[in-house]
């Protein structure tokens, strides 16, 4: 499967002025919120090397960042933070820190590709889900770039916060080191109450309905690879 503009060269042929792209990072962490991403390269932006951020290293993702910002024609980034994560949950949030990413552009988009999700978007944005987006589009991999990099660093100040469970290293994922600092030294405001391995270990979990259960707990093993928007540009 290969990363190109395909989607986005079809939407500007049939008249699209402005295509985003827009993605998420940070769904199976235990620690901190959920980020995501929209991007508008526009039909002249040429940027080298823009792929899934989940392919990429850190040093590349991090140049590509400065890039995307620097030639994009609008981008924005935004989040949920943990405590309203556990009120409306994962998906819900992703969806929102979506949205607001998406709403935070400048130009407005009239076409936004999503990768593998529907977003509650003004009627006249037309949008489309696409599987796998983030391998596919270049424009939804954009967005993942800036998405990841936001997430990674605010994952290295809060390691300076909380040094005892090694942010900085996994991302706020479920480590065996993070579950270990877990048992060691509680849960913080930052963790995640309504997820399983924080919930077990906590004086006040969120109670996580049973059906629920079968379909989160794969997220929170994936490897360490309040609602606004953070900010923008273009």
């Known amino acids: 499967m290969r990363c190109t503009r395909r989607l986005e060269n079809l939407a ?5 002025k402005y295509v985003a792209g827009a993605d998420e990072v940070g769904r199976g962490a235990l620690f901190g919120p959920v980020v995501a991403a929209a991007v508008v390269l526009g039909p002249c932006c040429r940027i080298a090397g823009i792929n899934d951020s989940k392919r990429l290293s850190p040093q590349v993702r991090a140049a590509l960042d400065e890039k995307i910002r620097g030639g994009a024609v609008a981008w924005s980034v935004a989040a949920v933070d943990a405590a309203r994560i556990d009120v409306i949950n994962i998906y819900q ?12 552009l400048d130009p407005r988009p009239d076409l936004v590709l999503v990768d593998a999700m529907r977003l509650d978007l003004p009627w006249e944005m037309e949008q489309r889900a696409i599987i796998h987006g983030d391998a596919r589009s270049i424009s939804i991999a954009a ?5 990841k990099v936001h997430r990674d660093r605010l994952m290295e100040d ?7 469970y090694r942010l900085a290293r996994n991302k706020g994922y479920a480590t065996a080191a993070h579950l270990r600092s877990l048992d060691e030294f509680g849960v913080t405001p930052e963790h995640r109450k309504s997820y399983i391995p924080v919930a077990g270990r906590s004086l006040f979990p969120f109670p996580i309905p049973i059906e629920e259960q079968d379909e989160l707990l794969p997220l929170f093993f ?13």
Do not use: H, K, T
């Open 222 to 234: 994936e490897g360490s690879a309040e609602c606004r928007v953070l900010s923008a540009g273009g």
């Open 12 to 16: 500007y042929a049939a008249g699209r």
């Open 93 to 104: 949030a992703s969806r929102q820190a979506m949205r607001d990413a998406v709403l935070g």
């Open 143 to 147: 967005a993942s770039i800036l998405a």
């Open 158 to 164: 809060w390691d300076r916060v909380f040094p005892q």
